[in-house]
Nanobody, 123 residues
Framework: VQLQASGGGLVQAGGSLTLSCAAS????????MGWFRQAPGKEREFVAA????????SYAGSVKGRSTISRDNAKNTVYLQMNSLKPEDTAVYYC?????????????????WGQGTQVTVSS
């Protein structure tokens, strides 16, 4: 599956942003979808994941309560809505996919990755 992330940008602290990831090439509804982020000088880290049906989700503690992952299988798109953004949310955000019915949070568990979209939160 090919992934194309978009929606990043510059936002002030406390603001909101919605990222999108469009998938193509395979049956989107067969895939677990995840969002990860990587800040300069840091390891890539898990942000959120959503099961193939959308019935199960998982969030990193750092974004739980401030972010919502969702998907529209008819549009082959997964979203990450982020609210109350903080400067420490600044990173390149990547969407990822894995053909499984399970939820996975490990970077190495995912098979396909998008190109990343930059999110910068100013204080």
């Amino acid at each position: 599956v090919q992934l194309q992330a978009s929606g990043g940008g510059l936002v002030q602290a406390g603001g909101s942003l919605t990222l999108s990831c469009a998938a193509s090439g395979r049956t989107f509804s067969d895939y677990l979808m995840g969002w990860f982020r990587q800040a300069p000088g840091k390891e890539r880290e898990f942000v959120a994941a959503i099961s193939w049906s959308g019935g199960r989700t998982s969030y990193a503690g750092s974004v739980k309560g401030r972010s919502t992952i969702s998907r529209d299988n008819a549009k082959n798109t997964v979203y990450l809505q982020m609210n109350s953004l903080k400067p420490e949310d600044t990173a390149v955000y990547y969407c990822a996919a894995k053909r499984t019915s399970w939820i996975a949070t490990a970077t190495g568990a995912y098979d396909s990755w998008g190109q990343g979209t930059q999110v910068t939160v100013s204080s």
